[in-house]
């Protein structure tokens, strides 16, 4: 294993959990396809070195050492064509993480802290702020049952990124996408089975117009327009088990921490898919 050198490259948090390596092993398809390094980078939090019998730096650095190389193994035990990176650095993990994001095609972490089956304090300030998109991995899903790609768009938006990279993902992963729109009825206070209908089939109409042209860019891609009255979590709720990956801007992040959140609390019980948060266009 070698000092990782800075270059662009598909970014790993690794923290010694089972979920940073299954963040590393979801991200080898993403290096593989874009033809650039994975890089596993540890952070030492100068802050809370350990104090213990067996020292602190060298102690903490025999721990960053164990983490990495664990993730590196489960990587290289895939067999796939990617070039491996490694780097521990002395750094708070958000600010290591953050600035290893400037030059990063795509940064990786997992969805629940080291100690807590939350979403971890890292990773939701990663989502947040980082210049590059956020994988926020929940698992690593077993062959013969991919799922598929959700796209949460705002009609009332031009941006088309989380448009575009969702279907570079459903492109990746062989999978059908969905993507869906949201719409607010005039009055909330309202609930007329009818008048849902009807809205959701215009704005599905409405959907299905702005996605002509990108079906010419992806024939490949299984594409279905679905239209939800209120939240894309309604959607998620209703098809849970089927979804291996929703994609949202970053204005959606609360929502995308209520997808990650406990199955007992969320407002999915029991989904388990992994969040890739796609950066506004005025990131700085």
């Not at 664990?70 to 490694?86: C, H, R, Y």
């Not at 959701?200 to 594409?223: C, F, H, I, M, S």
């Not at 970053?250 to 950066?279: F, Q, T, W």
Request: hydrophobic letters at 45%; aromatic letters at 4%.
């Amino acid at each position: 294993m070698s000092t990782a050198r800075r270059a662009p490259a598909v970014v790993v948090g690794i923290d010694g959990s089972r979920w940073a390596v299954d963040a590393a092993l979801w991200a080898v398809d993403e290096a593989v396809s874009r033809d650039v390094p994975l890089r596993l980078v540890y952070a030492i939090d100068p802050d809370t070195v350990t104090r213990s019998a067996y020292g602190t730096a060298a102690h903490d650095l025999a721990v960053a050492e164990n983490a990495i190389r664990d993730a590196f193994v489960a990587v290289e035990s895939m067999s796939e064509p990617v070039k491996i990176e490694v780097e521990i650095r002395r750094e708070a993990p958000i600010s290591a993480l953050r600035a290893a994001a400037k030059s990063a095609a795509l940064l990786c972490v997992g969805a629940r802290g080291l100690m807590s089956d939350r979403v971890g304090p890292t990773a939701t300030a990663l989502a947040a702020s980082a210049r590059c998109p956020v994988a926020l991995v929940l698992r690593v899903r077993r062959p013969g049952r991919p799922g598929c790609v959700v796209a949460a768009v705002d009609e009332a938006s031009t941006d088309d990124r989380v448009l575009r990279r969702a279907l570079e993902e459903a492109q990746l992963r062989r999978a059908p996408l969905r993507v869906v729109t949201m719409w607010h009825a005039r009055y909330t206070d309202i609930h007329d089975d009818r008048a849902a209908a009807e809205g959701n089939r215009l704005a599905r109409a409405r959907l299905q117009r702005r996605l002509t042209e990108w079906k010419t860019r992806y024939p490949g891609v299984d594409v279905e327009a679905v239209a939800v009255q209120g939240n894309p979590l309604n959607y998620l709720a209703a098809n849970a088990e089927a979804v291996q990956l929703l994609v949202v801007a970053r204005d959606c992040v609360h929502s995308a921490m209520e997808v990650l959140g406990r199955p007992s609390r969320g407002a999915i019980a029991g989904n388990k898919c992994s969040v890739l948060i796609c950066p506004s266009q005025n990131v700085s």
